[in-house]
T-cell receptor, first 114, second 112 residues
Framework: KQEVTQIPAALSVPEGENLVLNCSFT??????LQWFRQDPGKGLTSLLLIQSSQREQTSGRLNASLDKSSGRSTLYIAASQPGDSATYLC?????????????FGGGTRVLVKP | KAGVTQTPRYLIKTRGQQVTLSCSPI?????VSWYQQTPGQGLQFLFE???????NKGNFPGRFSGRQFSNSRSEMNVSTLELGDSALYLC???????????FGQGTRLTVV
């Protein structure tokens, strides 16, 4: 059974500092991994999707890496801003033939202090 | 391009009642998945529909059911509501050739 873990559960940093968020998964046979952002009481916003064949993916200040063999992904957010305060979730999907079923980590709640 | 739309946004129901939630996927997306989010259990997969057929199912009791229509819109039904069913219910849609999921804003269900 796939298990996804995000440590730490909460993180507080001063504005301008780089954020490093970790995600680990137990079954390396993933199809892809997605990072999401969730604001309080809202839905999930897709940030980055990394295919299992990729090592990293970048979008603006965000960079996500994937190491399937060790079961880890890291999301880097450069030069954090107060608007980056949110909960960040990672989710993995298994083989494409299994359809669209995501297994989520518990999330990391981030607070960027002005 | 419109995103995933979930209605209603908020619901308050009494124990024992039933409830139906609706999800309209992004135009052209044929896969719709449902998730339950609670503070204690996090995000848990309920089920997925593709071309009007249930393709995947999570570990939830039979009180939780769903369906998908020919226009890909999906509904989720919960019968005999329990206090523990209070949660944020999220729906996600995906293209037929992708597992990238796009989520709606959710329906907040409160059972009293």
């Amino acid at each position: 059974k796939q298990e996804v873990t995000q440590i730490p559960a909460a993180l507080s940093v001063p504005e301008g500092e780089n954020l490093v968020l970790n995600c680990s998964f137990t079954d390396s046979a993933i199809y892809n991994l997605q990072w999401f952002r969730q604001d309080p009481g809202k839905g999930l916003t897709s940030l980055l999707l990394i295919q299992s064949s990729q090592r990293e993916q970048t979008s603006g200040r965000l960079n996500a890496s994937l190491d399937k063999s060790s079961g880890r992904s890291t999301l880097y957010i450069a030069a954090s801003q107060p608007g980056d305060s949110a909960t960040y979730l990672c989710a993995v999907s298994l083989i494409k033939a299994a359809g669209n079923k995501l297994t989520f980590g518990g999330g990391t709640r981030v607070l960027v202090k002005p | 391009k419109a995103g995933v739309t979930q209605t209603p946004r908020y619901l308050i129901k009494t124990r024992g009642q039933q409830v139906t939630l609706s999800c309209s996927p992004i135009s052209g997306h044929r896969s719709v998945s449902w998730y339950q989010q609670t503070p204690g259990q996090g995000l848990q997969f309920l089920f997925e529909y593709f071309s009007e057929t249930q393709r995947n199912k999570g570990n939830f009791p039979g009180r939780f059911s769903g369906r998908q229509f020919s226009n890909s819109r999906s509904e989720m039904n919960v019968s005999t509501l329990e206090l523990g069913d209070s949660a944020l219910y999220l729906c996600a849609s995906s293209r037929a050739d992708s597992t990238e999921a796009f989520f709606g804003q959710g329906t907040r269900l409160t059972v009293v």
